[in-house]
């Protein structure tokens, strides 16, 4: 088995992280990687940072999801699938996505976003720049949604991972 390329990683991901094509080729191109054309290095270390952020979080920095300028664009560009990804998520929770939002990690030593907050943040298409910490979250939700899939691949695939890894 040959170490995979940047595009069959980006295939696996739009098979199995719900997420589509565009969103998922905005995280690779945002993390500082081409999305056809990749070297085993860059793959190795492209699925080194899935793995970092899925273990540690988005807010851990990572390039392409460090500033507020980098997470708003990447919102904004792909909001109708982050969005469409949340309502998936909080409705296999069972709960609603307003709420889903509210109880992420990020905010546990801050104040939580209020309801009305997070409705104009995922449905208004206008730019708030009072909601754009929302944004930024809601850029590392996608972030680390595509990289626990494919942690998660590796985890269940150990040969592939100790082949990347190597």
Not at 62 to 90: C, L, P, W
Not at 120 to 127: G, I, M, Q, V
């Amino acid at each position: 088995m040959s170490t995979p390329s940047i595009r069959c990683l980006k295939s696996y991901l739009n098979i199995h992280s719900n997420f589509i094509d565009d969103t998922i080729r905005s995280v690779i191109i945002a993390l500082g990687f081409h999305p056809v054309h990749s070297t085993r290095e860059e793959v190795k270390e492209l699925s080194g940072i899935f793995k970092d952020c899925s273990e540690h979080g988005a807010d851990s920095g990572f390039s392409g999801f460090s500033y507020y300028s980098e997470t708003i664009a990447f919102f904004m560009a792909n909001r109708q699938d982050i969005v469409k990804h949340m309502e998936q998520t909080a409705s296999e929770l069972g709960t609603d996505i307003i709420s889903m939002v509210q109880g992420f990690c990020v905010f546990r030593n801050s104040d939580k976003p209020t309801p009305s907050e997070v409705g104009r943040a995922l449905w208004d298409s206008k730019e708030h720049p009072d909601l754009t910490n929302l944004y930024n979250v809601f850029a590392w939700y996608a972030l680390e949604e595509i990289s626990h899939t494919w942690h998660r691949y590796l985890e269940e695939n150990p040969t592939l991972a100790e082949k990347i890894s190597a």
